[in-house]
């Protein structure tokens, strides 16, 4: 009876008691007039089948790929395990190398009577010149764009608990059945148009609030800089004078 009404429409979907139109996956246009779900012409990138179903046209070169790939990393661990099995013929050579890499790593300030400690893994690199102010400088930055995008992130959650909480499910709400999609698409026009304000207005306070905090930040590194270099002896500070040169004829 299906057919009869609608030819479009020409499924008895039994689950959800409903007349339905043909379903069928990476479809461009669907066949029409059937009782099982096929399409007509696939979409770019795949190709139709005899059961009426589109399936990649790349899935046997990706699996291809995919094999020479595991293949690759397969034989380079088995090249790093082969080297890290293998007997040490150079103990000296093995022992300058080693301690090469230590004393390339980033050591604390030395201490008189003491050796020299690396630096504990919860320094605070946003204070601490370990690697000279550039270094420090960087990591400061870093936690400023941490901190910025945390802080509009908790300001949205602030704005959709005190407005309303469809800001936070609004275009993320999953389709189904034509008619669930219909009202799915009028419930979205309808929020989107009701709530526009809040959104204008939140956009427009991140930028002048990003444009404010840009100025400060950019102040505060400069500031950072003066009273690092201000409290310890860099390059900078140091000159060298080279006279007695030839003359040049």
Not at 78 to 87: L, V
Not at 154 to 178: M, N
Request: hydrophobic residues 45%.
């Amino acid at each position: 009876d299906c057919k009869k009404y609608n030819p479009k429409s020409g499924i008895a979907d039994e689950d959800l008691g409903i007349c339905r139109a043909p379903m069928a996956a990476h479809c461009r246009e669907f066949e029409f007039g059937g009782m099982e779900d096929k399409c007509k012409v696939c979409q770019t990138g795949y190709y139709l089948e005899h059961d009426g179903q589109c399936y990649s046209t790349y899935i046997i070169p990706l699996l291809i790929l995919t094999v020479l790939v595991l293949m690759v990393v397969g034989a380079i661990g088995w090249w790093i395990y082969d080297m890290a099995k293998r007997p040490i013929s150079n103990p000296d050579g093995l022992k300058m190398a080693l301690l090469f890499r230590e004393n390339s790593k980033l050591h604390q300030p030395k201490v008189p009577g003491h050796t020299r400690k690396q630096w504990p893994m919860l320094t605070n690199l946003c204070s601490t010149l370990v690697a000279g102010p550039g270094m420090c400088l960087h990591f400061n930055f870093q936690a400023m764009f941490i901190i910025f995008p945390f802080g509009v992130a908790l300001g949205w959650c602030f704005l959709s608990a005190t407005v309303d909480t469809d800001l936070l499910i609004l275009g993320t709400r999953a389709f189904g059945t034509p008619r669930e999609n219909c009202h799915l698409v009028s419930w979205g026009f309808e929020t989107q148009q009701r709530l526009m304000w809040t959104k204008v207005g939140f956009t427009y306070w991140v930028y002048v609030l990003s444009f404010a905090a840009a100025l400060f930040h950019s102040i505060r590194q400069l500031r950072c800089f003066q009273a690092v270099d201000h409290e310890n002896k860099t390059m900078m500070d140091f000159a060298m004078i080279v006279d007695n040169l030839p003359t040049q004829s």
